[in-house]
């Protein structure tokens, strides 16, 4: 049987394993893979919009129709959720008429969400083809 001994100084024998091969890697590497792929799973789900460009947001017609742009406000929930932004639904309705708000403004596009079935996103430039 041989003997050898590593750069760090533990012995290891032929066909064993050292002392340190049952202690755990590197955290800093693990953290490293779980954060990986986590940013994986984000990026595999941006969908066609990438693709898009400038896309500046999106928003569901239901929400956009709840809009009152002579007010500002939505009719069915108070400002400041995500989901109802005030500026983007202005401007959708600054570019294009209910009931599909599907147009264009020359500098800003407003196009069908390929994500869902019934959303608005707003472009800057042209609509995809």
């Not at 290891?12 to 091969?21: N, Y």
């Not at 929400?63 to 401007?91: C, K, Q, V, Y």
Request: glycine content about 10%.
């Amino acid at each position: 049987m041989s003997n050898f001994t590593d750069k760090n100084g533990d012995q290891d024998t032929a066909g064993g394993a050292s002392a340190q091969s049952g202690q755990p890697q590197d955290p800093h590497r693990r953290h490293f893979s779980r954060n990986a792929l986590a940013g994986s799973a984000v990026l595999l789900s941006l969908g066609n919009r990438s693709a898009w460009g400038q896309t500046v947001d999106c928003m569901s017609l239901t929400t956009i129709n709840s809009f009152d742009p002579t007010t500002g406000m939505f009719a069915s929930a108070p400002g400041g959720r995500p989901d109802h932004n005030e500026n983007l639904a202005a401007e959708i309705h600054r570019i294009a008429q209910p009931p599909e708000y599907l147009g264009t403004d020359g500098d800003f596009s407003t196009c069908q969400d390929p994500d869902t079935l019934d959303g608005v996103c707003l472009v800057k430039g042209e609509c995809p083809p």
